[in-house]
């Protein structure tokens, strides 16, 4: 079946400018999560929905990013004024539960460049 | 806080030799610790996951130990071949909640 999708899968931004990220999970999965993975080291966490629900945006690493999930499927992910360190791949996972000890499928990533 | 350390950073082998690649954690509340391969451009792959009720698991060529004692867990890669060659990620899950925290990678380079 159809995997974790993510659009665009590349993004050039201005600095300044405000960017969408779109994540569509596995048909059906519950949870959803959002990662920046920085070049050369590990994805990092932003945030996680069950359903719509936004239980846990502790990762955020500033009022400049917002996500949304109004329906319990598609996510984004909304970065205003961007700025250069914002400069990453952005990954999106789900999963079929909500419980933890649940295996996360990753899309394939948005690589965001701010110049 | 919240960290998963990844030793080493870097391993190269010969074809057909094992690999091992080492993590520390540090809640222990954790339960949860998959290992994920990630090809250049590629997302990450799970390749092998244990929870807390074990101590190893084994697929094929493919083995994770944990020890919830010392909070570290090991990756071996037994007979490894070229197409091994990725950077490879640990992670353990954050308060027995499906935030995972992961390591800083390893790239792995197996030599025909």
């Known amino acids: 079946g159809a995997g974790v999708s993510q659009s665009p899968r590349y993004k050039v931004a201005k600095r300044g400018q405000d960017v969408a990220l779109r994540c569509d999970p596995i048909s059906g999965h519950v949870s959803l999560f959002w990662y920046q993975q920085a070049l050369g080291q590990g994805p990092e966490f932003l945030t996680y929905?069950?359903?719509?629900?936004?239980?846990?945006k502790s990762g955020l690493p500033s009022d400049r990013f917002f996500a949304e999930r109004p329906e319990g499927s598609v996510s984004t992910l909304k970065i205003q004024r961007t700025q250069q360190e914002d400069s990453a791949v952005y990954l999106c996972?789900?999963?079929?539960?909500?419980?933890?000890?649940?295996?996360?499928?990753f899309g394939p990533g948005t690589r965001l460049l701010v110049l | 806080g919240e960290n998963v350390e990844q030793h080493p950073s870097t391993l190269s082998v010969q074809e057909g030799d094992s690999a091992v690649i080492k993590c520390t954690y540090s809640d222990s509340a954790s339960n949860y610790f998959p290992w994920y391969k990630q090809e250049l451009g590629k997302r990450p792959q799970l390749i092998i996951d244990i929870r807390s009720n074990v101590g190893e698991k084994k697929d094929q060529r493919i083995a994770v130990t944990l020890n919830k004692t010392a909070k570290h867990f090991s990756l071996h890669i037994t007979e490894t071949q070229p197409e091994d060659s990725a950077v490879y990620f640990c992670a353990a899950s954050w308060k027995n909640t499906g935030k995972l925290i992961f390591g800083q990678g390893t790239t792995l380079q197996v030599k025909p």
């Open positions: 996972a789900s999963t079929p539960m909500a419980a933890s000890q649940e295996t996360q499928y």
């Open positions: 929905f069950q359903n719509e629900a936004q239980l846990d």
